[in-house]
């Protein structure tokens, strides 16, 4: 990030250590560059002690600051974590600190833990070094889901997706979706269920592959479609997923609609991955 041009601060912060006020005003200079409403050591919550050194607003999303020498997770620090866990508050965390500041491996993996995010403020300006979590909008799939051997696959695209990275998390649990989307194809064509050649489908695309599936026309004689109509509904919905990681958007207010939609398709991904994987299992016992 670019330093926005200075700003003065000078009387907004009393409870901040002196020592932190400069990291402080860099911070507020960069959210307001970012056009954030500021409010300075305010409660985030009548029932929290807590007053984040800062609190930047854009509509009905949120950044929290606590700006730091020494980066540390204080009781106070832990308690508001939870609380913006517990709120699923739609906005971001951050502890603020010095580009010098020594991180220990350990507080760097209980920032991950906790959701929080790490800033870095410097000549050069202020850099996320920790991207922080935004808890409304972190998918959780069921934990009944049965996911065979893509069940590590789906937690790391979901763990991408939750820390920040949500384009790539949506981007591989496409991949993963399409890619058992072609097993289920290739076991129904090596069990004869289907007629399709392999070589073709080998050739297909992602939606050749779910039209084949769900086509009588595709199957041997008196066997019923491998997947159903609203199945195929289901796959070539969440196929169009693809276009969400695809096309950039150029104002806030269509980021964040998009992101809704990014947390519906990574919500989706997993059910679909356990019922492609179901239908795969079936076909493999039959004799």
């Not at 002690?49 to 020498?69: D, F, H, M, N």
């Not at 695209?157 to 993963?176: F, P, Q, T, V």
């Amino acid at each position: 990030m670019k330093a926005a041009s200075p700003t003065s601060h000078q009387d907004e912060f009393s409870i901040t250590p002196t020592e932190a006020r400069w990291i402080a005003k860099s911070v507020a200079d960069y959210l307001q560059g970012e056009r954030m409403s500021l409010r300075f050591e305010e409660p985030i919550d009548s029932g929290l002690a807590y007053r984040p050194t800062l609190i930047g607003r854009k509509g009905q999303y949120s950044v929290l600051v606590e700006a730091q020498e020494n980066p540390s997770i204080t009781p106070m620090v832990r308690e508001a974590c939870q609380w913006v866990m517990g709120q699923r508050m739609n906005g971001r965390f951050y502890i603020a600190t010095h580009e010098n500041a020594n991180i220990s491996g350990i507080l760097i993996a209980e920032f991950k833990k906790l959701g929080l995010g790490l800033l870095f403020v410097g000549t050069a300006g202020t850099d996320k070094v920790i991207e922080a979590k935004n808890w409304a909008y972190v998918v959780s799939p069921d934990p009944e889901l049965s996911l065979g051997g893509r069940k590590r696959d789906i937690e790391d695209a979901l763990e991408k997706y939750n820390s920040g990275n949500r384009k790539d998390g949506l981007r591989d649990l496409c991949d993963i979706v399409e890619a058992e989307t072609k097993a289920l194809l290739l076991t129904a064509i090596g069990r004869n269920i289907m007629t399709v050649p392999k070589k073709a489908a080998e050739s297909m695309d992602w939606e050749g592959r779910i039209n084949a599936l769900a086509s009588p026309n595709s199957h041997a004689n008196g066997e019923p479609p491998v997947v159903s109509p609203d199945f195929k509904h289901d796959l070539l919905s969440f196929k169009g997923a693809r276009n969400l990681v695809g096309h950039p958007v150029d104002s806030w207010r269509l980021d964040k609609r998009r992101s809704l939609q990014y947390q519906e398709r990574m919500t989706q991904g997993p059910r679909l991955v356990a019922e492609l994987i179901h239908l795969d299992r079936k076909l493999r016992r039959r004799r």
